[in-house]
């Protein structure tokens, strides 16, 4: 059983260009989180979404900043016009279940945002 | 809005136990303490969680007080490759909020 697949690894976008992140959840996963992590800083949480629904996006930036899940494909968290505050190592993690609480998250490797 | 509330580093010698505190004293009746580490730049590393009774599994011991305002992560026998930071978490149930850790350094 694969754990959580993020791609690219590695994103370089210059500014006002678009960029596009991708996250395979393990299988039987239907619930996503993505998280963002500047440098020397924790995670901050950006997203929570279950299939096809947006559940809780109280830490996505209000502008440029989208994420969706579908109901099949990996999940996309989109930024558009980039800026260079948005490098950033952004973190996807999936679970069984969201709403309850006694289920662990697994996260996968990361992709790491640099704005040029 | 801190939830928990962790040292921002400590030491521990290989093979020693680690105990890693953690304070979240406004932790709701319904919501689990769970720890994660973060090893470099890796994604973080799920380690263990409960809700009020103490629990092990292979990775790690978690101690929960009573009151559940406190508990401690215990790695029994540390070596160099647990190395991370940990983060002690309060999963309000749509999100896991990371804190700022625990940076665990074990010395040879």
């Known amino acids: 059983n694969a754990g959580v697949m993020q791609n690219p690894r590695h994103l370089v976008r210059r500014r006002g260009q678009e960029a596009r992140l991708r996250c395979s959840p393990m299988?039987?996963?239907?619930?996503v989180y993505w998280y963002r992590q500047l440098p020397e800083e924790g995670l901050k949480f950006m997203v929570y979404?279950?299939?096809?629904?947006?559940?809780?996006e109280s830490g996505m930036p209000k502008e440029r900043f989208s994420a969706e899940f579908p109901k099949e494909g990996p999940s996309i968290l989109r930024i558009q016009q980039v800026v260079r505050g948005d490098s950033a190592a952004y973190f996807c993690a999936s679970s069984t279940s969201g709403g309850n609480q006694n289920t662990e998250a697994f996260f996968g490797q990361g992709t790491r945002l640099t704005v040029v | 809005d801190a939830k928990t509330t962790q040292p921002p580093s400590m030491d521990c010698a290989e093979g020693r136990a680690a105990n890693l505190p953690c304070n979240h004293s406004?932790?709701?009746?319904?919501?689990?303490v769970y720890w994660y580490r973060q090893i470099h730049s890796q994604g973080p590393q799920y380690i263990i969680h409960?809700?009020?009774n103490n629990e092990t599994n292979e990775m790690a011991s978690l101690i929960i007080t009573e009151d559940r305002k406190s508990s401690t992560l215990i790695l029994p026998h540390a070596t160099l490759r647990d190395t991370a930071v940990y983060y002690c978490i309060v999963h309000t149930g749509n999100q896991f909020y990371f804190g700022t850790g625990t940076s665990l350094t074990v010395i040879p």
């Open positions: 406004t932790i709701s009746g319904n919501e689990y």
């Open positions: 299988k039987g996963h239907s619930h």
């Open positions: 409960g809700l009020k």
């Open positions: 979404l279950q299939k096809e629904n947006i559940i809780d």
